[in-house]
T-cell receptor, first 113, second 112 residues
């Protein structure tokens, strides 16, 4: 089955700096890659996703890149703010009816004011 | 914005007892899921449900687990005989088309 690895496990950045989180996946059939933000004790919230027919997607300060050949994808947060502090999870799935998400281990991001 | 809702938010139960966790998926969604997250760990898939039957389940979802959609709105997870290692946050999720998945706030289960 699919295996998703995520790095780093923790990331501390100064407010205003950029944060980059990287994930690799094992199943070349995976074609849908969402990113979730989870604040303490809260639900995972979808912040951005990318499908395998595109290499990059951007939404304001958040961008995701995908390299299908290398089977890795990354989340980029620019101009970080204290409210960006949370745990971020990458995930992978096969974009078909009802397919499950396989999550990475998570990255705890701390943005220092 | 419509949300997935779950009850209870927190439940403490004795080992060996049965627990039912309830979920109301987003109303026009067709795919339903249960995931769990042990404290400090990643979110793990348990089961997916579509067209009134299980479409996929993980190795975690053994015979002590079952799911049901008893009516047009609720989706439940039953754990027949709870063990200490079942202590976790259980997330219900739903999707309209099986792609973008939305999570509920979770039910925190503590088995003592």
């Amino acid at each position: 089955g699919e295996n998703v690895e995520q790095h780093p496990s923790t990331l501390s950045v100064q407010e205003g700096d950029s944060a980059v989180i990287k994930c690799t996946y094992s199943d070349s059939a995976s074609n849908y890659f969402p990113w979730y933000k989870q604040e303490l004790g809260k639900r995972p919230q979808l912040i951005i996703d990318i499908r395998s027919n595109v290499g990059e997607k951007k939404d304001q300060r958040i961008a995701v890149t995908l390299n299908k050949t290398a089977k890795h994808f990354s989340l980029h947060i620019t101009e970080t703010q204290p409210e960006d502090s949370a745990v971020y999870f990458c995930a992978a799935s096969i974009r078909a009816a009802g397919n499950k998400l396989t999550f990475g281990g998570g990255t705890r991001v701390l943005v220092k004011p | 914005e419509p949300e997935v809702t779950q009850t209870p938010s927190h439940q403490v139960t004795q080992m060996g007892q049965e627990v039912i966790l309830r979920c109301v998926p987003i109303s026009n969604h067709l795919y339903f899921y249960w995931y769990r997250q042990i404290l400090g760990q990643k979110v793990e898939f348990l089961v997916s449900f579509y067209n009134n039957e299980i479409s996929e389940k993980s190795e975690i979802f053994d015979d002590q687990f079952s799911v049901e959609r008893p009516d047009g709105s609720n989706f439940t997870l039953k754990i027949r005989s709870t063990k200490l290692e079942d202590s976790a946050m259980y997330f219900c999720a739903s999707s309209r088309s099986g792609n973008t998945i939305y999570f509920g706030e979770g039910s925190w289960l503590t088995v003592v």
